[in-house]
């Protein structure tokens, strides 16, 4: 995998320009902060779900042999721009602690709402495993 950087481009803060990368692709659909297994929500709190979306891309990329570093792309939905801001400091954290200081092409996008009406973030992935 490389990162792609153009030279004399200031260097992005949490996410990369671009990612080159060859091996199996892998494309995760759009993960919700409920549990997996009951397709119930345990919380509505904004980092809570966005810690529980992350731990279930990283269990369905386990599935195709990946682990968090294979990821070159998510696509973030969220419903509430400002509870997003304003539970960065805890979204920073579990990133951090699931996925780790693997810094992926990201989008992030404000939306009216989910299919899933107590779903406050909806992440869709795709990873590349050599």
Known sequence: MKMLQPAGWPRPKGYSNGIAADGTQVHIAGMIGWNPETSEFETDDFAGQFRQTLE???A???EAGGKPEHIVRFTWYVTDKEDYLASLAE???AYREVI???YPVMAAIEIKGL???RAK???ETYAVVP
Do not use: K, Q
């Open 121 to 123: 973030i909806e992440i």
């Open 60 to 62: 369905v990329l386990a």
């Open 56 to 58: 279930s891309i990283v």
């Open 100 to 102: 780790g200081r693997h």
């Open 91 to 93: 979204v920073g954290a």
């Open 115 to 117: 299919m899933e009406p």
